[in-house]
């Protein structure tokens, strides 16, 4: 039986990112981001995020350093030498976002009981060996969508954040930004269209399993290459979309 070992990644958005749905939509907004289809809190779907790695990896690491085919799998275009990944991405889940306060400061991070819920059930599922442990304090911040409690985490994943009840989370949601985008033909707009995205400063996570067998050391063939490291992920890289930091939960 293989044993696999649970690690996990934080990412924290330094642009706005769009991971589209890709599902038609006649609403107002043309293009929304993935959502979990139980949660519906934003996520980056496990294949996307996966062939974001494999993009990085591809244009920014020493081949000889690592060996990208056992990590996820034969490139599409090499059809004599078949392989799959050796390593199980799963999807990036949204853990924390900004919402802008009222009074001193311009904004705070606010997550959801849901999103912790699930973050430390997942955690455990997978036999990570570490959850978020929310401490509540004694006071409270004023944020657009109403006062929302102080809250550390003691286990030292997430930086400091607001508490949201799932109500106003899911409130909070219904108002991500929306930007318009224009594609122009010889200086002649010819499409205007409407793209939700989640803003900078919010925070996903996400897990990887990692095999005993898999053929390359996980701290020097793919750890070091990506913890503390920028990596886009999603769509529009050319106007700065999707920029983000990546960092080892320990």
Known sequence: MIKFTAHAYLVECLSNLHAGS???????IDKQVQRDTISHLPVIHASGLKGAFREYFRECVDPNETN??????????DKENMQQGAYRFFEARMLLMPVRGVAKDPYYLAASEEGIRLFNNTARDLGFGKEVMIKKGDHSAETEFGSMLKCIDTSGILPSFVLADNTDMENMLKHLPVIARNSLDNGQSENLWYEEVLPRETRLYFFVLVPDNAGVDFETGFNRHVDGKTVQIGANATVGYGYCKISKIV
């Open 22 to 28: 890709g599902d038609n939509n006649y609403a107002v």
């Open 68 to 77: 990208n085919s056992a990590i996820f799998g034969s490139d599409k275009n």
